[in-house]
């Protein structure tokens, strides 16, 4: 009988030293496995499941972030209990793109003295950025990240304090506020914040002074700024300074209203010789040779003439509000080119003929914003029968071996009325004359309801649950198996 005991115990205990030794094997394989989930990058173990593809970086930032060459740190200035979920998801997704970007996270309470370094830390919000490089820094205010479009407005993004403001004057005339909808230009800021530090030398856009030009409002520099262009001012005869500077990727002239001098012509027709590129936008009442002859003799020059009339488009599906502001059509060439679509609004108000008048057979130009064939010019609105045709209201003209023209005939194409809606055509436009290989600038996503199903809380006790909990039941099961066999 004691010999039949210790067989059975001997045999008990085998299958239990098996079973343990099977627990662990499971639980090596299961540590194992989560230890490589673990280290998969977000986008692979918390896929994107917002309707609007919220924390899905685009094609842009992926071609941008590919050229890196340098370290780019992401401050992350928060303190813990109020770190925005969002905007740490998209930094990890980030960080996941390349090697050579790291995430930080900064308690400004802790470390009070880390923003003073870069900016003023009374006027840096809650959950901002700060992204820094061996070459240079940028400051991201978390009050950019998100911005509002109320449901009046086409295009027109607000900041919060915008919205609020203008909601509590609605509230006040209506007795009711306005419900407008959020956007999270996450991607945006981001990728023109690593795109600057990047960037060996930022291009320079000299906006040309002197001759009446219409200022920049505040909306379009910073969309020059969002592309990482530097927008200076330009005189070109000043004193003992003459002259375009050495740096210049391109000038503008926006809407001059007096002539250039016979000298500065010459000086802006020698920089389109030597591969400089201008933009110029005029007003039908100062573009032709009877009004600005040496801006005329400028475009001229580039083969490129001007009528100094309005051109009012007369297909009703091709305008907005009014006849005179026309909703052109595209071409898919030139700054074309460089659009995410043609099949977008562009607007252009008063604006007059430009015709290829093919002087120059140096220079090579492209239509690039024509109208429907019912337009026609203002000298025709009284006229029961109207003399319609296409008119052409932009060009691109390339000089063979030099630099180009692109030339708008609306004096409102980057004011403030329409900039935001414009905002891609400048884009394209700098990405012409400053030739720049990529837009910066990303549309914001609308932030759904929940933005993020799993906080960052929930994923941490979830790891817990899967790395620990879970490997550990076969390890206690097989253990007490043993145990309970052992005893018999």
């Known amino acids: 009988m004691n010999e039949q005991k210790k067989l059975k115990n001997k045999k008990a205990m085998r299958i239990g030293s098996f079973s343990i030794g099977m627990s662990v094997v499971v639980l090596a394989i299961v540590i194992a496995a989560n230890l490589l989930v673990s280290s998969l990058p977000a986008w692979i173990i918390r896929p994107d499941t917002t309707s609007e593809g919220m924390f899905t970086i685009g094609d842009t930032t992926k071609e941008i972030v590919a050229g890196l060459e ?54 840096l919000a809650e959950n901002s950025i700060i992204a820094e490089s061996d070459k240079r820094s940028t400051v991201i205010n978390g009050s950019s990240l998100y911005m509002y479009k109320l449901p009046m407005s086409d295009d027109k993004f607000y900041t919060q304090s915008e919205y609020e403001s203008i909601s509590q004057t609605y509230a006040m005339y209506y007795g009711q506020y306005i419900n407008a909808t959020q956007y999270f230009f996450g991607e945006n800021e ?54 375009i500077p050495e740096d210049a990727a391109a000038i503008i002239l926006n809407v001059p209203q007096a002539d250039i001098t016979d000298e500065e012509l010459e000086m802006l027709k020698t920089y389109l010789d030597e591969g400089g590129n201008i933009l110029l936008m005029t007003y039908f009442q100062f573009c032709t040779a009877d009004a600005v002859p040496n801006v005329a003799a400028l475009t001229e020059y580039m083969g490129l003439t001007a009528t100094a009339d309005v051109v009012l488009e007369g297909d009703n599906t091709k305008y907005y509000q009014t006849p005179s502001i026309i909703l052109p059509t595209l071409s898919e060439q030139g700054l074309g080119a460089n659009l995410p679509s043609t099949n977008i609004y562009t607007y252009m108000a008063n604006a007059h003929p430009i015709t290829d008048t093919q002087s120059n057979e140096n220079a090579t130009s492209i239509p690039l914003m024509t109208t429907s064939d019912a337009a026609y010019l203002s000298a025709e609105m009284e006229k029961e029968e109207k003399e319609t045709a296409s008119f052409t209201l932009a060009w691109e003209a390339t000089l063979n071996e030099g630099g180009k023209l692109i030339w708008f005939s609306s004096p409102y194409l980057f004011t403030e009325d329409f900039i935001q809606s414009n905002a891609q055509i400048l884009t394209a436009a700098l990405q012409q004359v400053c030739e720049k290989t990529a837009s910066v600038s990303i549309v914001g996503k609308n932030t759904p309801s929940s933005a993020l199903d799993i906080t960052q809380a929930s994923t941490t006790t979830w790891f817990i649950v899967m790395v620990v909990a879970v490997p550990l039941i076969p390890l206690v099961t097989g253990f007490v198996i043993w145990f309970r066999r052992r005893r018999k």
């Open 70 to 123: 340098t370290d780019v740190t992401l401050y992350h200035i928060t303190q813990p209990d109020n770190a925005d979920p969002v905007v740490q998801e998209i930094l990890q997704r980030y960080a996941d793109l390349s090697s050579h970007i790291k995430v930080t996270q900064i308690d400004p309470v802790a470390n009070p003295t880390f923003i003073s370094k870069y900016t003023k830390a009374d006027q």
């Open 190 to 243: 981001l990728t023109r914040a690593i795109d600057y530090v990047m960037t060996d030398t930022l291009p320079v856009l000299y906006a040309v002074g002197g001759h009446g030009e219409l200022e920049f409002g505040e909306t379009f520099t910073s969309a020059v700024a969002d592309e990482n262009v530097e927008l200076r001012d330009l005189t070109l005869i000043s004193g003992e300074t003459q002259g």
